[in-house]
């Protein structure tokens, strides 16, 4: 096996080329599996995906001790990736039933989730409480009081974190921002004192902490430490005049991950020294106890894991326009370029020593002129039959899929030392009818 071609170095950690010139993931060849399992096809590198986690526990927790690193569920959960997560000792951030029930049904230590999300039903929040989630990051006053009624109804006394909006401006896609002032999620830091206290006042509610997200993809630290310099600040004035006591701060995740050549990604240490630095800084500064620290990275553990496949059918020439190279998938598994102008770059995977010849447009195949993946990315000759493959699919493809023209979801494998395990099957058309009612 050899590495080589730039654009390698955007897939997992396990890309090689073997003597055929086709790309290899987890000691399988793509070519082979697409084979197996048909396209479009998604597959996760496993070492990868285990590597990813054990540098986020170990970076964060050999500078900050009483830290814990939390999955975000919302990049990408199924089954066996709550299995994974589980395995290598990570909690769990999730947002929803669904979320909490797949990591319930693989028996996830739900004592290690947290729960988030602006609009939480009286139903989830119930759940949260039955299945022991451990603790449940409150947005608004609605919430506030709807699950104390229900910690009454139940019995029960939660632990909880105030989602504060810090008012900071990450400097990303006006999609991905979430801690600045106008923003949907959370406590504006304006009103923060009063949700302080109603939640201290709460007789079935146990405050411990504060949690704030400012955004996903982020290449910057300089957002960070504005948004834990003022919300340290900010729990210091709680202490003082309310008697509040800072016992975890979550600061969230949204680290960038690498997805095109040109836009290489900061390090995890990078981001560790840098938050570490300042909650410590902050904190001997207003002479209050370091709190636990939680971080929820999704994109940046499994962003890179995670590779598309495709079989490309029409090439269409446009004279003197351009190239049209149409694959079997498209917008329905993967949304984020025609949602926010996501940039990737792709190789052909039956093709990985053949020479670029121009530029090429990969389309998807959906009934929406917008359904394009790549403009004029450089490959070798195009042609019906070729695998097309695409890097940094992990994240945020496959939780936004769609049936959309009536489309089956992908299947998915995961891939380790030469042998490819489907976690998830392809749906077919019963699948698609099973809800429909006649």
């Not at 084979?35 to 964060?60: H, M, N, S, V, W």
């Not at 149409?326 to 039956?350: C, F, H, T, W």
């Not at 121009?358 to 359904?371: H, N, Q, V």
């Not at 959309?404 to 749906?427: C, H, P, Q």
Request: proline content about 5%.
């Amino acid at each position: 096996m050899i590495k080589t071609a730039p654009r390698i170095a955007l897939f997992p950690l396990t890309a090689e080329v073997n003597r055929q010139g086709r790309l290899v993931i987890g000691g399988c060849d793509t070519v082979e599996l697409t084979k197996q399992f048909g396209t479009p096809l998604y597959l996760l590198d496993e070492i990868g995906l285990r590597r990813k986690c054990a540098e986020y526990k170990t970076e964060f927790s050999r500078r900050y001790p009483d830290s814990m690193v939390f999955y975000a569920a919302k990049a990408f959960i199924n089954k066996a990736m709550a299995l994974l997560i589980k395995e290598v000792g990570l909690g769990l951030d999730v947002v929803s039933g669904g979320e909490m029930g797949i990591a319930h049904s693989v028996d996830f230590p739900l004592g290690k989730a947290y729960f988030h999300g602006n609009n939480k039903s009286a139903e989830e929040l119930s759940l949260a409480l039955e299945w022991g989630v451990g603790c449940i990051v409150v947005d608004n006053f609605h919430e506030l009081r709807m699950l104390d009624k229900i910690a009454e109804q139940k019995g029960s006394k939660p632990d909880i974190l105030l989602r504060i909006t810090p008012g900071v401006n990450a400097r990303t896609h006006q999609y991905t921002i979430t801690g600045n002032v106008d923003s949907k999620f959370g406590f504006p830091l304006i009103i923060g004192e009063e949700a302080v206290t109603t939640a201290m006042s709460l007789a079935n509610l146990n405050l411990i902490g504060l949690h704030f997200h400012i955004g996903s993809l982020i290449f910057e630290v300089e957002p960070y430490q504005q948004a834990i310099e003022f919300i340290l600040n900010f729990a210091a004035e709680m202490r003082r005049k309310h008697g509040f006591e800072l016992k975890e701060l979550d600061v969230g995740g949204g680290y960038a991950v690498q997805y095109t050549l040109g836009a290489p990604a900061p390090s995890v240490s990078f981001f560790a020294e840098a938050i570490t630095t300042n909650i410590i800084r902050q904190c001997q500064r207003h002479e209050i106890p370091l709190p636990r620290l939680i971080i929820e990275p999704g994109r940046s553990i499994v962003a890179r894991a995670g590779v598309a496949l495709y079989t490309v059918g029409v090439v269409k020439e446009v004279p003197g326009v351009r190239y049209y190279v149409s694959i079997d998938g498209g917008m329905a598994d993967n949304i984020r370029p025609a949602l926010y102008g996501a940039k990737q770059e792709a190789v052909l995977a039956n093709k990985m020593r053949a020479k670029e010849i121009g530029k090429f447009t990969i389309a998807g195949k959906f009934c929406e002129s917008g359904d394009i993946l790549i403009r004029d990315i450089a490959l070798p000759q195009p042609m019906a039959g070729d695998i097309l493959a695409v890097p940094g699919c992990g994240a945020y493809c496959l939780p936004q899929a769609s049936n959309y023209n009536a489309s089956f979801k992908v299947a998915v494998v995961l891939v380790n030392e030469g042998k490819a395990r489907l976690i998830r099957r392809r749906e077919t058309l019963e699948d698609l009818m099973r809800c429909d009612v006649v």
